[in-house]
């Protein structure tokens, strides 16, 4: 199986700040990621996929990028709406994995 | 818009056979080459991905879970179906349904329902 590390874990963030999560795989996915946001509650929302498409809707803040085995999600200008929990997948191979999640929480 | 929904029991008895039903709205679930499939989520802890079918009932299963899950499909009912048996408190989570895109990843998932393992 191919797994899958995130870091940090958790970040300490306010409004408008610009934070970045690193998505790490255990060998080369090439560019089959996406990226996930799950709020208390609610179904996981996918963001991003072929580690740098953002799905439709999703707002120009979120990006991605990376390549074969490092991946970052990147969200600039922090809203309210955004803390939530953040999930990496890769869909290289399955089985389909996902990350550990970060947790992004009011600093 | 797609709409996934789960439905079945919220507590199952250990040893015993959890079973859930998903139900597709708003598209069928015969078209294209899409995957349909379940993930889950204990509580306080990640996504863990249980298993997909196709349409024509082929199956792919996470191979952690394998020997104890079946996943069916019922295109005449827009249906698709979890069967994981011998459950343990470890088998707690919620599960979703989910649609998985031609490349496979998961792009519409239903709301989730709390399944939990007690006697």
């Known amino acids: 199986d191919i797994q899958m590390t995130q870091s940090p874990s958790t970040l300490s963030a306010s409004v408008g700040d610009r934070v970045t999560i690193t998505c790490r795989a255990s060998q080369s996915i090439n560019t089959w990621l996406a990226w996930y946001q799950v709020k208390p509650g609610k179904p996981p929302k996918v963001l991003i996929y072929k580690t740098s498409t953002l799905e439709t809707g999703v707002p120009s803040r979120f990006s991605g990028s990376g390549s074969g085995t490092e991946f970052t999600l990147t969200i600039n200008s922090l809203q309210p709406d955004d803390f939530a929990t953040y999930y990496c997948q890769q869909y290289s191979a399955p089985p389909w994995t996902f990350g550990q999640g970060t947790k992004a929480e009011v600093k | 818009q797609l709409q996934l929904q789960e439905s079945g029991p919220g507590l199952v008895k250990p040893s015993e056979t959890l079973s859930l039903t998903c139900t597709v709205s708003?598209?069928?679930?015969?078209?294209?080459?899409?995957?349909w499939g379940w993930v889950r989520q204990p509580p306080g802890t990640g996504l863990e991905w249980i298993g997909s079918t196709y349409y024509s009932g082929s199956t792919y299963y996470n191979p952690s879970l394998k020997s104890r899950v079946t996943i069916s499909i019922d295109p005449s009912k827009n249906q698709f179906f979890l069967s994981l048996n011998s459950v343990t408190a470890a088998d707690t989570a919620v599960y979703y349904c989910a649609r998985l895109t031609v490349s496979r990843y998961f792009e519409y998932w239903g709301q989730g329902i709390l399944v939990t393992v007690s006697s």
């Open positions: 708003s598209g069928s679930i015969s078209s294209g080459t899409y995957l």
